[in-house]
């Protein structure tokens, strides 16, 4: 497996419903050409567990941890996240100041106090 960026478009993520001002197939689309730029395989997920961060894009390479991404949702986030794809990835390119606050806990890494609130 080379790269794979799995994008939650479930029971929150990525519908009109929770985000009606986001254009969610123009971002699954950029996405999906950032990625080919690298050969990274683009995935839609169903729900990855942690719908209070919706949108979420987790990207993952070999010989790293996956990078969880949360509030994937406006212009400047999608931009970053297209360049740092363009630029490698995890791994290869340092994420931006911006993905930086976009990051997030995977849903089984958080502690029982995180998930209770």
């Known amino acids: 497996m080379s790269t794979l960026v799995s ?3 479930d029971c929150c993520c990525g519908t ?4 009606p001002t986001t254009d969610h197939g123009a971002h699954l689309r950029r996405i999906r050409e950032a990625a080919a730029t690298i050969g990274a395989t683009v995935r839609v997920a169903a729900c990855l567990d942690t ?7 987790v990207v993952q390479a070999r010989g790293v941890k996956p ?10 986030a999608i931009a970053d ?3 740092w794809l363009r630029a490698g990835g995890p791994g ?4 931006s100041d911006t993905l930086e606050l976009h990051r997030i806990t995977p849903p089984g890494l958080r502690s029982r106090d995180d998930r209770a609130e």
């Open 7 to 9: 994008v939650c478009r």
């Open 16 to 19: 009109v419903k929770k985000h």
């Open 51 to 57: 719908c209070e961060t919706s949108n979420v894009v």
């Open 67 to 76: 990078v969880w991404l949360g509030w994937v949702l406006g212009e400047d």
């Open 81 to 83: 996240l297209e360049r």
């Open 92 to 95: 290869v390119a340092p994420l």
